[in-house]
């Protein structure tokens, strides 16, 4: 373990979802002398937080709320995002909505570690297999927002005249759209590029139930950050029972 030089020690709130992932993740941060594993309790309610180390919906989560936060006077941290697979479209719209880094559950222990520290320095970070995927596709054209929203249609097996009728525009748009993705994925039908998309991340369908679930840990650090009043013991318990299930 070695000492780092900095003013003092990165203040580190992880909210993974997995209980294993979640406790593997504190265990390997906490180790380390330069940084601060922060519990969402109101024993660590008053400090503030450097790094959010988070799953890939409550990373979004945090990104999306983050007015309330700014609201609530607490200083904005960053987003470092541990996740099982970062596919294109995911890593370039959670960089455009404010997360700060990625991170593969596969990567060595020692990527978290740097990532968390080139946050904190406030840079990005990508781990390797992220930096390389990203690098494979960088010289390819890119859809347009329209291309995006027709693709995403189409990926879900909807005919033209579906996707124009959704997306109130002409049939022959459609077809237009239909032929310039073909041609920008090197397609040669719908279901080949429905197939590449889904291969470059350019497509997801979102489970249920993460559209439903239940805030994470972070929320309730932050309400008690942002609330100027002492948390009870019985928030602070529920706080660390949502950091676990």
Same mark, same amino acid.
């Given at each position: 373990?070695?000492?780092?030089?900095?003013?003092?020690? #990165?203040?580190?709130?992880?909210?993974? /979802?997995?209980?294993?992932?979640?406790?593997?993740?504190?265990?390997?941060?906490?180790?380390?002398?330069?940084?601060?594993?922060?519990?969402?309790?109101?024993?660590?309610?008053?400090?503030? #937080?450097? %790094?959010?180390?988070?799953?890939?919906?409550?990373?979004?989560?945090?990104?999306?709320?983050?007015? @309330?936060?700014?609201?609530? !006077?607490?200083?904005? /941290?960053?987003?470092? =995002? =541990?996740? !099982? &697979?970062?596919?294109?479209?995911?890593?370039?719209?959670?960089?455009?909505?404010?997360?700060?880094?990625?991170?593969?559950?596969?990567?060595?222990?020692?990527?978290?570690?740097?990532?968390?520290?080139?946050?904190?320095? !406030?840079?990005?970070?990508?781990?390797?297999?992220? =930096?390389?995927?990203?690098?494979?596709?960088?010289?390819? $054209?890119?859809?347009?927002?329209?291309?995006?929203?027709?693709?995403? @249609?189409?990926?879900?097996?909807?005919?033209?005249?579906?996707?124009?009728?959704?997306?109130?525009?002409?049939?022959?748009?459609?077809?237009?759209? %239909?032929?310039?993705?073909?041609?920008? @994925? $090197?397609?040669?039908?719908?279901? &080949?590029?429905?197939?590449?998309?889904?291969?470059?991340?350019? #497509?997801?369908?979102?489970?249920?139930?993460?559209?439903?679930?239940?805030?994470?840990?972070?929320?309730?650090?932050?309400?008690?950050?942002?609330?100027?009043?002492?948390?009870?013991?019985?928030?602070?318990?529920?706080?660390?029972?949502?950091?676990?299930?």
């Amino acid at each position: 373990m070695i000492q780092h030089e900095t003013e003092r020690r #990165v203040a580190v709130l992880v909210s993974i /979802a997995e209980p294993l992932l979640q406790a593997g993740v504190r265990a390997c941060l906490a180790n380390e002398a330069d940084m601060e594993v922060i519990d969402a309790n109101p024993v660590s309610a008053h400090k503030s #937080v450097d %790094v959010v180390v988070a799953d890939s919906s409550t990373a979004a989560q945090i990104a999306h709320d983050g007015w @309330l936060e700014r609201e609530q !006077g607490v200083r904005t /941290a960053r987003i470092l =995002v =541990v996740t !099982g &697979e970062a596919r294109e479209h995911a890593v370039r719209s959670g960089l455009e909505q404010g997360i700060h880094g990625f991170v593969l559950t596969s990567s060595p222990v020692s990527e978290l570690l740097s990532g968390v520290r080139a946050l904190f320095r !406030g840079g990005k970070y990508l781990c390797a297999p992220v =930096v390389h995927r990203l690098a494979q596709v960088a010289g390819r $054209d890119i859809l347009t927002s329209r291309e995006d929203e027709v693709l995403q @249609l189409l990926a879900r097996g909807l005919c033209n005249k579906s996707i124009a009728r959704d997306l109130d525009i002409a049939v022959g748009t459609v077809k237009t759209h %239909v032929k310039a993705i073909m041609s920008k @994925l $090197d397609a040669r039908s719908r279901t &080949e590029a429905a197939s590449i998309a889904t291969q470059r991340g350019l #497509v997801e369908v979102p489970h249920a139930s993460l559209r439903h679930e239940k805030p994470h840990a972070y929320r309730s650090f932050f309400a008690c950050k942002g609330s100027g009043d002492k948390c009870s013991a019985a928030a602070g318990a529920k706080s660390l029972s949502a950091l676990s299930n």
